[in-house]
């Protein structure tokens, strides 16, 4: 009897032991890939984020980074932008023609939808007070349905061309009636309804900046 319960404990022990060193090897395991994956998810996502400013500033050839730091906007160099550690500042990106003309502000930001987050990504052109582009970098709202948002070709094109005064409004689908109107899309409502928050609201807190920087210029 005490030899048996000697040899159950001696193997509980064991089994213990072979649970925990397979832990910790799994564990090594899972820090070794993130090590490893983290910079190329990084430059994928600096790519991706690359592609939208061009998309959503049509005719733009090249950009710069500015960044919001001691309560105003900043133009980082090209030093800053390669050598210095991703910053947790807000940033938006000023657009160029080839001629070196500004043609506006590509402009992130993300709002709580249906499922998760939505972040996105849209043009201002300020001499229109217009918002001329809009990218979804990304969503996780339902296939079918909430991902309307991104396969709906009629509500991407009234995001082109939206005046943002004096607000940005959300009317249902066929009440459109002015330039700062967006129709939402049937059977994506709620999602419809988040990107055209997130437009209004990101709007709203980049103007004062925006304003003043170009005041400057």
């Known amino acids: ?26 564990g090594l395991a899972l ?14 996502q600096a790519e991706a984020l690359r592609r939208a400013v061009f998309q959503v500033l049509p005719g733009s050839s090249s950009f710069q980074t500015l960044e919001f730091s001691n ?40 709002e709580a939808g249906f499922q998760d987050k939505i972040k996105a990504i849209f043009g201002y052109d300020p001499q229109r007070r217009m918002l001329i582009g809009f990218e979804v970098l990304d969503s996780k709202e339902t296939p079918g349905l ?7 070709k009629y509500f991407r ?15 249902k689908p066929g009440q459109k009636t002015a330039a700062n109107q967006v129709e939402t899309i049937t059977g994506a409502t709620i999602s419809s309804k988040t990107v055209i928050r997130l437009l209004d609201k990101t709007i709203r807190r980049w103007l004062p900046s925006i304003n003043i920087y170009l005041a400057k210029q």
Request: aromatic fraction near 6%; avoid cysteine.
């Open 1 to 26: 009897m005490v030899e048996q319960e000697q040899r159950t404990g001696t193997s509980s022990t064991r089994m213990i032991a072979t649970l925990g060193i397979a832990g910790l090897f799994s």
């Open 31 to 44: 820090v070794a890939v993130f090590l490893f994956t983290r910079p190329i998810i990084e430059a994928n």
């Open 157 to 171: 094109t009234s995001l082109t061309s939206l005046e943002i005064d004096p607000k940005i409004v959300a009317v």
């Open 71 to 110: 309560d105003k906007l900043a133009l980082l160099s090209v030093e800053q932008e390669n050598n210095a550690p991703k910053s947790k500042n807000p940033q938006i990106y000023a657009g160029y023609s080839k001629s070196g003309k500004l043609l506006g502000f590509a402009i992130p930001g993300e």
């Open 146 to 152: 909430g991902d309307k948002i991104i396969k709906d």
